[in-house]
């Protein structure tokens, strides 16, 4: 399984970005595709997560309303729209996948991870 994230970069409070996730490899039917964030000197922790083949999503209490994970068949890519931004989403964001259904808001849940984007929220 590899995953390829991207998008991130630096965007002033209430500004928007769109992470991408590029999966390839995922075998079976059905599993779960998490974005997970880790901001400098905090413990890794769950944003948003959907299962593959349907359109059941979860989102952290934090960033409901604000961010809106899809999926883009074609392209076998996750995206992640995050909208009024604030300057506690920065951190280093990663796309990571469970073979687990249903709400996986524990890193540990997660076998495959990508790389990271960075995102930076800052005037």
């Known amino acids: 399984v590899q995953l390829q994230a991207s998008g991130g970069g630096l965007v002033q409070p209430g500004g928007s970005l769109r992470l991408s996730c590029a999966c390839s490899g995922p075998t079976g039917s059905d599993y779960t595709i998490g974005w997970l964030r880790q901001a400098p000197g905090k413990e890794r922790e769950f944003v948003a997560s959907?299962?593959?083949?349907?359109?059941?999503?979860y989102y952290a209490d934090s960033v409901k309303g604000r961010f809106t994970i899809s999926r883009d068949n074609a392209n076998s890519t996750v995206h992640l729209q995050m909208n009024s931004l604030k300057s506690d989403d920065t951190g280093v964001y990663y796309c990571?996948?469970?073979?687990?259904?249903?709400?996986?808001?524990?890193?540990?849940?997660?076998?495959?991870w990508g790389q990271g984007t960075l995102v930076t929220v800052s005037s």
């Open positions: 959907r299962r593959w083949s349907t359109d059941i999503t």
């Open positions: 990571a996948v469970s073979y687990g259904l249903g709400y996986r808001p524990k890193p540990t849940q997660y076998y495959y």
